[in-house]
């Protein structure tokens, strides 16, 4: 859907341009949560018009030490595809002299099947790629005003190009549990007690969590799957709202990608807003947690036993 852009927001992405061109422009570090609110074209480097989709969700996460970067949408593929809506990506991101250069280490959902491209076609519309490490670099100019928004800039097509805008998502209050989690192991109870951990192999497995102000994103991979049509081989993840307090977490799916989307959303225990609330007890260390599944019936019969997800602190 396109709609004329507001004069609201052509003043901000010009005078972004603008500031950028200035000498005394500082480098401005972006972090924590971004929506994305649509896609700015731009003609002659003009904004001119703004493409708004209100069933598409994109956000961005960037660590406060500039390093780590999350990204995940619930974009749909196209028809026929085997994978049906949601894509994400796991790696780093630098910004330098107006510049974003993301490092993607791992790929999810719609993005996921990318190393099946050929690896000329890739070379061709990456800055850089390296089919040992399955790293792929990506850099895009962004012009910004300060830390609350950005705009990232597509590839040019004649005059004409598209440019992703982003704001920043205010934050809730602080947790305990606020950082970046990876996943280690899983931890098996009897009768309430932890009697066995089995650890994860990262070359097998992957799985990475982000709390922070009351927000929530994870992307989870198996990496042993190389059949791209089967399901699990595209991963999952979702992005929503989390509480934290006296040793509960609970969280609340805003969006998802397709199979992870409907999990949460069908979950039995709802809010007074009618919304799917998973609820972990959690055991919460200096640098690790584990967060347990609920052990009621209904759950069990939902296929989950007595066990609990093991995280070391990442950043």
């Given at each position: 859907?396109?709609?004329?852009?507001?004069?609201?927001?052509?003043?901000?992405?010009?005078?972004?341009?603008?500031?950028?061109?200035?000498?005394?422009?500082?480098?401005?570090?972006?972090?924590?949560?971004?929506?994305?609110?649509?896609?700015?074209?731009?003609?002659?480097?003009?904004?001119?018009?703004?493409?708004?989709?209100?069933?598409?969700?994109?956000?961005?996460?960037?660590?406060?030490?500039?390093?780590?970067?999350?990204?995940?949408?619930?974009?749909?593929?196209?028809?026929?595809?085997?994978?049906?809506?949601?894509?994400?990506?796991?790696?780093?991101?630098?910004?330098?002299?107006?510049?974003?250069?993301?490092?993607?280490?791992?790929?999810?959902?719609?993005?996921?099947?990318?190393?099946?491209?050929?690896?000329?076609?890739?070379?061709?519309?990456?800055?850089?790629?390296?089919?040992?490490?399955?790293?792929?670099?990506?850099?895009?100019?962004?012009?910004?005003?300060?830390?609350?928004?950005?705009?990232?800039?597509?590839?040019?097509?004649?005059?004409?190009?598209?440019?992703?805008?982003?704001?920043?998502?205010?934050?809730?209050?602080?947790?305990?549990?606020?950082?970046?989690?990876?996943?280690k192991g899983t931890i098996n109870y009897v009768n309430n007690i932890p009697v066995d951990t089995i650890p994860n192999?990262?070359?097998?497995?992957?799985?990475?969590?982000?709390?922070?102000?009351?927000?929530?994103?994870?992307?989870?991979?198996?990496?042993?799957?190389?059949?791209?049509?089967?399901?699990?081989?595209?991963?999952?993840?979702?992005?929503?709202?989390?509480?934290?307090?006296?040793?509960?977490?609970?969280?609340?799916?805003?969006?998802?990608?397709?199979?992870?989307?409907?999990?949460?959303?069908?979950?039995?225990?709802?809010?007074?807003?009618?919304?799917?609330?998973?609820?972990?007890?959690?055991?919460?260390?200096?640098?690790?947690?584990?967060?347990?599944?609920?052990?009621?019936?209904?759950?069990?019969?939902?296929?989950?036993?007595?066990?609990?997800?093991?995280?070391?602190?990442?950043?």
């Open positions: 859907m396109k709609k004329i852009i507001s004069t609201l927001l052509i003043i901000l992405i010009f005078s972004c341009a603008g500031e950028n061109t200035s000498t005394a422009k500082k480098e401005t570090k972006f972090v924590g949560f971004y929506d994305r609110l649509g896609a700015v074209e731009f003609v002659n480097d003009i904004p001119v018009d703004t493409i708004l989709n209100p069933n598409f969700r994109q956000t961005k996460y960037f660590s406060n030490d500039g390093t780590l970067h999350m990204w995940m949408n619930n974009a749909k593929g196209p028809d026929g595809a085997p994978w049906i809506s949601g894509t994400g990506i796991y790696g780093e991101a630098h910004i330098k002299n107006d510049t974003i250069t993301e490092i993607i280490k791992h790929n999810f959902g719609g993005r996921a099947p990318i190393w099946l491209a050929p690896i000329d076609t890739l070379k061709k519309y990456w800055h850089s790629v390296d089919e040992k490490t399955k790293t792929m670099v990506w850099k895009s100019p962004i012009v910004y005003k300060d830390e609350n928004s950005f705009s990232q800039l597509g590839g040019v097509e004649g005059n004409r190009r598209l440019s992703e805008y982003y704001v920043k998502v205010e934050g809730g209050k602080k947790t305990e549990l606020d950082g970046v989690w990876i996943r192999d990262d070359k097998k497995n992957f799985q990475v969590k982000i709390y922070d102000k009351g927000k929530v994103m994870f992307l989870a991979k198996d990496l042993t799957i190389d059949d791209s049509t089967l399901q699990g081989f595209y991963g999952g993840g979702m992005y929503g709202n989390f509480t934290y307090e006296n040793g509960v977490l609970s969280e609340i799916i805003d969006y998802g990608t397709f199979g992870n989307e409907q999990f949460h959303k069908n979950w039995p225990t709802k809010n007074e807003n009618g919304e799917s609330v998973i609820s972990f007890d959690v055991d919460l260390k200096e640098n690790t947690y584990s967060q347990a599944w609920p052990t009621a019936k209904v759950y069990q019969d939902l296929g989950f036993g007595a066990t609990a997800e093991y995280y070391e602190r990442l950043k």
